[in-house]
């Protein structure tokens, strides 16, 4: 049996990507998580889960009992607090614990970026923190890495979040610093081949892909695979500081860890030390074939909310309240709590439910229903609606109608296209809102079927 491995940082992109690899290539896994019931509601199963914070050093030293090797993938960039003092506090507990229960090594994701530079306060915390988990004697094997690409990377979610929403982008010289992206692929390859690797100490491994590019061929490039016509402006004015406040305005959602980031920029990502490419037996991607890679694992990575009723009734009357949804008669459940996120949204800026329907019995394609749009629609059998609220990611919910010898069955399903790690929180958060809201409004619609018109 291969022995238990300690994985932190579940919940994070990285962490969760490299967990499902864990688990299909059949290591047991526990996973250290602030929040249990968050990580159970990603659908994961044979896994044991841990709650506990790498900041409380009773939890650590209770997850590492029987741990044979101990992924260290966290941060605390998303801190109101000193992130720094945070890291520092939490490598000691972890690395002090991995001593103590005999850990016989620690694998830690760090960062590129050259120790002789005056770093980033980031940069600067991620090399520390890589010299405090050596500092028990517990062998550790550090990856430093630049920008990871992938769908729903933080980093390549914020220059999605700029290509998309800009057709013109100011750029300030930081878009001119060089760079060595890796492909998530590529990445998981190397922490994965870290379990296997002989040790006679510590080591540390700059990775990266197989080519360097600006922070703007990045934002060209993925410009050019999507089909979007941007505008690069080149000013020399915008310094990383005043550009983390720029990048709030225009991707509010990842503000707080954003701007930690942006005033890394200045600094070069890029590997000055070849050993992983003569010590793994790894190929990287360039940078193209990465973005190509992300755009095509986006429609795999949906996330639903799927029910199901059955009535005693035909497809007509099953789907008449289906129809008649929305507007002046509601959600069949809990309204107030509609009634609230409209008005969240318009605070937000949005649509809300002002715009109501058209018709409180009739829909068509390209109807509104509050703050959704009517997507498709066969009369007796399935409405589809897209959401138009403001919302980290692009939503649906459907409803469909299936006759058989008992009458009929609803199903309804509700479709959530995450953006990046902000996306994904946002949908585990309201997870139990749905078992609320969505099973109320489904047997509400049954209770109403036979009983419209």
């Given at each position: 049996?291969?022995?238990?491995?300690?994985?932190?940082?579940?919940?994070?992109?990285?962490?969760?990507?490299?967990?499902?690899?864990?688990?299909?290539?059949?290591?047991?896994?526990?996973?250290?998580?602030?929040?249990?019931?968050?990580?159970?509601?990603?659908?994961?199963?044979?896994?044991?889960?841990?709650?506990?914070?790498?900041?409380?050093?009773?939890?650590?030293?209770?997850?590492?009992?029987?741990?044979?090797?101990?992924?260290?993938?966290?941060?605390?960039?998303?801190?109101?607090?000193?992130?720094?003092?945070?890291?520092?506090?939490?490598?000691?507990?972890?690395?002090?614990?991995?001593?103590?229960?005999?850990?016989?090594?620690?694998?830690?994701?760090?960062?590129?970026?050259?120790?002789?530079?005056?770093?980033?306060?980031?940069?600067?915390?991620?090399?520390?923190?890589?010299?405090?988990?050596?500092?028990?004697?517990?062998?550790?094997?550090?990856?430093?890495?630049?920008?990871?690409?992938?769908?729903?990377?933080?980093?390549?979610?914020m220059i999605r979040?700029?290509?998309?929403?800009?057709?013109?982008?100011?750029?300030?010289?930081?878009?001119?610093?060089?760079?060595?992206?890796?492909?998530?692929?590529?990445?998981?390859?190397?922490?994965?081949?870290?379990?296997?690797?002989?040790?006679?100490?510590?080591?540390?491994?700059?990775?990266?892909?197989?080519?360097?590019?600006?922070?703007?061929?990045?934002?060209?490039?993925?410009?050019?695979?999507?089909?979007?016509?941007?505008?690069?402006?080149?000013?020399?004015?915008?310094?990383?500081?005043?550009?983390?406040?720029?990048?709030?305005?225009?991707?509010?959602?990842?503000?707080?860890?954003?701007?930690?980031?942006?005033?890394?920029?200045?600094?070069?990502?890029?590997?000055?030390?070849q050993t992983a490419?003569?010590?793994?037996?790894?190929?990287?991607?360039?940078?193209?074939?990465?973005?190509?890679?992300?755009?095509?694992?986006?429609?795999?990575?949906?996330?639903?909310?799927?029910?199901?009723?059955?009535?005693?009734?035909?497809?007509?009357?099953?789907?008449?309240?289906?129809?008649?949804?929305?507007?002046?008669?509601?959600?069949?459940y809990a309204n107030?709590?509609?009634?609230?996120?409209?008005?969240?949204?318009?605070?937000?800026?949005?649509?809300?439910?002002?715009?109501?329907?058209?018709?409180?019995?009739?829909?068509?394609?390209?109807?509104?229903?509050?703050?959704?749009?009517?997507?498709?629609?066969?009369?007796?059998?399935?409405?589809?609606?897209?959401?138009?609220?403001?919302?980290?990611?692009?939503?649906?919910?459907?409803?469909?109608?299936?006759?058989?010898?008992?009458?009929?069955?609803?199903?309804?399903?509700?479709?959530?296209?995450?953006?990046?790690?902000?996306?994904?929180?946002?949908?585990?958060?309201?997870?139990?809102?749905?078992?609320?809201?969505?099973?109320?409004?489904?047997?509400?619609?049954?209770?109403?079927?036979?009983?419209?018109?």
């Open positions: 049996m291969k022995p238990l491995i300690l994985l932190t940082g579940a919940t994070g992109y990285v962490g969760g990507q490299l967990l499902k690899a864990l688990h299909e290539a059949g290591y047991p896994v526990r996973c250290l998580v602030r929040r249990p019931e968050a990580f159970k509601a990603t659908g994961l199963s044979g896994v044991e889960v841990q709650a506990g914070d790498v900041l409380n050093s009773a939890s650590v030293n209770e997850a590492m009992a029987g741990v044979t090797t101990a992924y260290y993938l966290v941060h605390s960039m998303g801190s109101t607090q000193s992130f720094e003092d945070q890291d520092r506090v939490a490598a000691q507990n972890f690395a002090n614990a991995a001593r103590a229960a005999g850990v016989e090594r620690i694998i830690y994701l760090g960062g590129l970026g050259q120790s002789t530079d005056e770093l980033s306060a980031h940069l600067r915390s991620r090399q520390e923190v890589g010299e405090i988990l050596r500092s028990t004697g517990v062998p550790v094997i550090e990856f430093r890495a630049s920008v990871v690409i992938g769908s729903g990377s933080l980093s390549f979610e979040a700029l290509v998309e929403r800009l057709p013109v982008m100011i750029a300030p010289r930081w878009v001119s610093v060089a760079a060595q992206p890796i492909a998530i692929a590529d990445l998981l390859s190397y922490l994965i081949a870290a379990l296997d690797l002989p040790l006679d100490g510590s080591k540390t491994f700059e990775i990266g892909g197989s080519d360097r590019v600006s922070y703007g061929g990045l934002m060209r490039e993925y410009a050019r695979q999507r089909g979007l016509k941007r505008l690069v402006i080149s000013v020399p004015l915008l310094t990383p500081r005043l550009s983390s406040l720029w990048l709030g305005l225009i991707t509010p959602l990842y503000v707080r860890v954003g701007r930690k980031l942006i005033d890394s920029i200045r600094h070069e990502t890029v590997v000055e030390d490419l003569s010590t793994f037996p790894i190929q990287p991607s360039g940078f193209r074939d990465a973005i190509s890679a992300a755009l095509k694992a986006d429609g795999k990575h949906l996330l639903t909310d799927f029910r199901t009723i059955r009535v005693s009734v035909g497809p007509e009357a099953a789907f008449a309240p289906i129809r008649k949804i929305g507007g002046a008669r509601g959600w069949y107030w709590l509609w009634q609230l996120r409209g008005w969240l949204d318009n605070l937000a800026g949005g649509v809300g439910l002002r715009r109501g329907r058209r018709d409180a019995d009739a829909l068509q394609v390209g109807d509104t229903v509050d703050f959704w749009r009517v997507e498709a629609i066969e009369p007796g059998r399935r409405l589809r609606l897209s959401a138009e609220m403001k919302l980290p990611g692009r939503a649906w919910l459907e409803f469909k109608v299936t006759e058989d010898s008992a009458g009929c069955l609803i199903s309804q399903t509700a479709t959530f296209d995450a953006r990046g790690l902000l996306g994904r929180a946002y949908w585990y958060s309201v997870c139990p809102l749905h078992e609320f809201v969505f099973s109320g409004m489904l047997r509400g619609i049954a209770a109403r079927a036979g009983t419209e018109n």
